[in-house]
């Protein structure tokens, strides 16, 4: 049964939602991360929520894996060149890149299912929300 729901929370300026619940309290390696998509609205947030996790997921890991995360958790936005897009794209593919945070063109660039999609403060109604998935 799918259930989606809806939480509005201020992401204005230097906060964003609450989003502890995508953390592991505890992460003994890459099979501890589902594979999400962080979708956003504007490259700024995009680029401090991958700060935020990647800061996070290196908290939460065990001594010696902090080097891993920053492959882990990745941005795709419209400024990174094409060759590094396609690059993020086969890793998650393959299973390399766990979180993904990324605007609206990941949207148009990825042609894989994706079960976890968190969006963060796209789209502001279920109408948009229904245009945004079948672009």
Same mark, same amino acid.
């Given at each position: +049964? @799918?259930?989606?729901?809806?939480?509005?929370?201020?992401?204005?300026?230097?906060?964003?939602? $609450?989003?502890?619940?995508?953390?592991?309290? %505890?992460?003994?390696?890459?099979? $501890?991360?589902?594979?999400?998509?962080?979708?956003?609205?504007?490259?700024?947030?995009?680029?401090?929520?991958?700060?935020?996790?990647?800061?996070?997921?290196? @908290?939460?890991?065990?001594?010696?894996?902090?080097? $891993?995360?920053?492959?882990?958790?990745?941005?795709?936005?419209?400024?990174?060149?094409?060759?590094?897009?396609?690059?993020?794209?086969?890793?998650?593919?393959?299973?390399?890149?766990? @979180? +993904?945070?990324?605007?609206?063109?990941?949207?148009?660039?990825? $042609?894989?299912?994706?079960?976890?999609?968190?969006?963060?403060?796209?789209?502001?109604?279920?109408?948009? +929300?229904?245009?945004?998935?079948? %672009?």
């Amino acid at each position: +049964m @799918y259930c989606p729901q809806f939480v509005s929370q201020s992401i204005e300026g230097p906060t964003f939602p $609450d989003l502890t619940w995508t953390l592991p309290n %505890v992460m003994h390696g890459p099979q $501890d991360l589902p594979q999400t998509l962080f979708t956003c609205n504007t490259i700024e947030k995009v680029t401090m929520l991958h700060c935020w996790l990647v800061t996070e997921l290196k @908290y939460c890991s065990q001594h010696g894996r902090d080097g $891993d995360v920053d492959k882990m958790v990745l941005p795709f936005h419209s400024l990174i060149n094409d060759g590094d897009q396609r690059a993020i794209l086969a890793g998650l593919e393959s299973g390399s890149v766990h @979180y +993904m945070v990324a605007t609206i063109c990941a949207n148009v660039r990825i $042609d894989m299912t994706m079960v976890n999609v968190v969006c963060v403060n796209v789209p502001h109604s279920f109408e948009e +929300m229904i245009q945004w998935g079948v %672009v």
